[in-house]
């Protein structure tokens, strides 16, 4: 079983920037696809990033290129999402996601992964 434990999120100005951690535990990451997602209050959960273990290969939504960027240290089995530029637009709680199918297959469907962390609270605000 794999465990995900989010740090990093806070409270941000308009145009600042966070780096989000997720740890992972629990289990052999090699052949994992690694995933960011984000939810809003009143909103479905969406896509934000995603990142194989093997390569990597990376993935970013629409709304995030430009902005944000994955990345992650094997040697800490962690995964990394830098965002720059931050609007109100991207407040919301993010997630950790880990997809133990994924291969070299990068998913954007939050049902495709089956284990999650906690989620942590990213607020843009002056």
């Known amino acids: 079983q794999a465990q995900l434990v989010e740090s990093g999120g806070g409270l941000v100005q308009p145009g600042g920037s966070l780096r989000l951690s997720c740890q992972a535990s629990?289990?052999?990451?090699?052949?994992?696809?690694m995933g960011w997602f984000r939810q809003a209050p009143g909103k479905e959960r969406e896509f934000v990033a995603a990142?194989?273990?093997?390569?990597?290969?990376?993935t970013l939504a629409d709304s995030v290129k430009g902005r944000f960027a994955i990345s992650k240290d094997t040697a800490k089995n962690t995964v990394y999402l830098q965002m720059n530029s931050l609007g109100p637009e991207d407040t919301a709680v993010y997630y950790c996601?880990?997809?133990?199918?994924?291969?070299?297959?990068?998913?954007?469907?939050?049902?495709?992964?089956?284990?999650w962390g906690q989620g942590t609270q990213v607020t843009v605000s002056s």
């Open positions: 996601a880990a997809d133990r199918k994924a291969g070299w297959i990068l998913r954007r469907t939050p049902g495709d992964y089956e284990y």
């Open positions: 629990g289990s052999t990451f090699s052949a994992f696809g």
């Open positions: 990142i194989t273990w093997r390569g990597p290969r990376t």
